[in-house]
């Protein structure tokens, strides 16, 4: 067997480990729930070797949507205690989440309808379309809510309320700005008297990946305190604004919005859909106001405080997505791959880190602030293509599939030497590489 055929045999073993039956668990022991990007990840590598069991995947998801179409972040597993479980969230303090299933209150980067168009390439015509047509009424009403409630000003950006739905919990920016003026007077006692130890105890996270991969604790306290200002006001998204906190555009969230734009009219246009003209216009609109994230001086992306408008100048590898969304200009996509080329910036043995290596908060083992993390490498990938920079992308595609072999597949991993980092036995990891491994070919 090839060093590739090893590699697709077992990352078929860690979905099949992590296979719950109607869907995938990003990993045992941390992660225990159904989680929103995941799932769309792992179905984008499932729909290689079991296309139905990818459908599954998705519907699987569309069981926790919300009343107001919301798509919730996690779907919990019944029983499982973990650092997140539904008690923490207690969905059911809102009338608006789903009467027969516990989620948590927030939701994730919109991979839904990337997802649902990986799966319908590989479906013949007919079937491509009444795969469509079944998840139509969900896809739309997701898309709907998240103009409707999350861009209330009708700016044409999608706001999120806590960094866990932009799914890079602790880069650098959130961090930034928590720590500026949002973190409440205990805990900065804590983090002041340096008695922020206590916390460890408390943290189930930490028992299964080492602590200086994960959050620090004042990170870690200063989400769930977030959280619980969340669950206060019910998940309502007016109540929650009254008295925001953290607010923010999030530049990645919104490439993958825009993205998710241009699949949503296509699959309308073969299934013979009108979108509703609002929506229609909103996404339009989109695209244009994704232009006042960037900045001339540095001339890169950003992304943006909702209630003041100003620019988190705060580099991650978000700045890298608008070649996911697809809709920048031909120079400004060239002047984002110099950066990624650049060897101070993203150019590291197995990029990308998360976070630049030229940032002051760049630690190459600590979650979102310099690991290289699979699903940013394939947004990438993708978007490298869209622009024509073959090249550039199969060599990014290339060094990621180096990395997992030579590691296995973990959460995330040292960008300069290409170790694993994070739980063991990771679903998306392992799906995007059969995905990386597929097009090879
Ligand atoms: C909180 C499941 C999720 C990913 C996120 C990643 C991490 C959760 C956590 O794990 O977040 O949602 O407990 O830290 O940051 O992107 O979806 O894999």
Not at 179 to 191: C, F, Q
């Given at each position: 067997m090839g060093v590739n055929d090893d590699l697709l045999a077992s990352a078929k073993k860690v979905l099949d480990t992590n296979d719950k039956g109607n869907y995938t668990i990003p990993a045992h022991g941390l992660y225990p729930h159904q989680w929103l990007w995941d799932s769309c990840f792992i179905a984008i590598g499932q729909r290689h070797f079991d296309v139905e069991r990818a459908k599954i995947e998705i519907l699987s998801l569309l069981r926790g949507q919300w009343k107001?179409?919301?798509?919730?972040?996690?779907?919990?597993?019944?029983g499982k205690k973990a650092a997140m479980h539904e008690g923490h969230w207690q969905s059911w303090l809102s009338p608006l989440s789903p009467d027969d299933v516990s989620t948590s209150g927030i939701t994730q980067p919109p991979m839904l309808a990337e997802a649902v168009v990986r799966i319908g390439e590989t479906l013949p015509l007919t079937e491509r379309r009444s795969w469509y047509g079944q998840v139509w009424p969900n896809l739309l009403a997701y898309h709907e809510w998240m103009y409707r409630e999350r861009d209330p000003h009708g700016e044409g950006l999608a706001l999120q309320i806590h960094p866990w739905e932009t799914g890079m919990d602790n880069t650098p920016g959130w961090m930034e700005l928590l720590?500026?003026?949002?973190?409440?007077?205990?805990?900065?006692?804590?983090?002041r008297l340096h008695i922020d130890g206590i916390i460890s105890w408390f943290r189930s996270d930490t028992r299964y990946v080492p602590a200086q991969e994960r959050l620090s604790n004042i990170e870690a306290l200063?989400?769930?305190d977030t959280q619980l200002r969340l669950r206060r006001k019910a998940y309502d998204t007016d109540k929650i604004?009254?008295?925001?906190?953290?607010?923010?555009?999030?530049?990645?969230f919104n490439c993958i919005l825009i993205r998710a734009n241009t699949h949503l009219r296509q699959i309308a246009l073969s299934i013979r859909k009108d979108l509703p003209e609002d929506l229609y216009k909103r996404m339009e609109l989109a695209e244009k106001t994704l232009e006042e994230l960037w900045d001339p001086y540095t001339e890169q992306y950003y992304s943006r405080d909702f209630i003041t408008h100003r620019l988190l100048k705060q580099p991650s590898v978000a700045t890298l997505l608008p070649l996911y969304a697809g809709t920048?200009?031909?120079e400004r996509a060239k002047l984002l791959v110099k950066m990624l080329e650049n060897e101070h910036i993203f150019g590291t043995a197995y990029p990308i880190p998360s976070a630049p290596r030229n940032s002051t908060w760049f630690n190459p083992i600590c979650y979102w602030q310099g690991p290289s993390w699979v699903n940013i490498n394939w947004l990438v990938i993708d978007g490298?293509?869209?622009y024509g920079f073959d090249e550039h992308a199969a060599a990014?595609?290339?060094?990621?599939?180096?990395?997992?072999?030579?590691?296995?597949c973990y959460e995330y991993f040292n960008p300069m030497t290409g170790n694993g980092l994070g739980t063991k036995n990771f679903s998306w990891t392992a799906a995007l590489a059969i995905d990386l491994l597929a097009k090879e070919k």
């Open positions: 107001n179409g919301m798509l919730p972040h996690i779907i919990f597993t019944p720590g500026e003026h949002l973190l409440p007077w205990w805990i900065r006692l804590l983090a200063a989400l769930y604004l009254d008295h925001s906190l953290f607010a923010v555009e999030d530049l990645a920048i200009s031909e490298l293509k869209r990014l595609r290339d060094s990621t599939l180096e990395m997992i072999s030579k590691s296995d």
